[in-house]
């Protein structure tokens, strides 16, 4: 137990930050976790916006938010136009 007045106030400020850090991981990995399931343009833009809050409070690496946004940010193209990648149409009437 702390003993000295700042102490104390040091303990209170860290059992706050660790309840925000703490809410703000769980929000983290629930919308990444909800946008994996199905990834739509509106899912990934909320779930990029908590990852980059998670990583400017040092929650997550940054370099880890680029790598999800861009896993992320994969999927959702990848559902969106599956056939639209690179493939000429076919002439149907000649």
């Known amino acids: 137990m702390p003993v ?7 303990l209170r400020k ?3 930050r660790e309840k925000e850090n703490l809410k703000l991981k769980n929000q983290f990995k629930r919308a990444v976790k909800n946008t994996k399931k199905s990834p739509t343009p509106k899912k990934v833009s909320e779930a990029n916006k908590i990852i980059d809050k998670a990583a400017k409070k ?3 690496h940054k370099n880890k938010a680029a790598r999800l946004k861009s896993r992320l940010a994969k999927l959702s193209t ?6 639209v990648s690179g493939t000429k149409p076919k002439n149907k009437a000649k």
């Open 78 to 83: 990848n559902k969106k136009s599956p056939g």
């Open 4 to 10: 000295t007045k700042q102490a104390k106030k040091k």
């Open 14 to 16: 860290d059992i706050k």
């Open 58 to 60: 040092n929650i997550i």
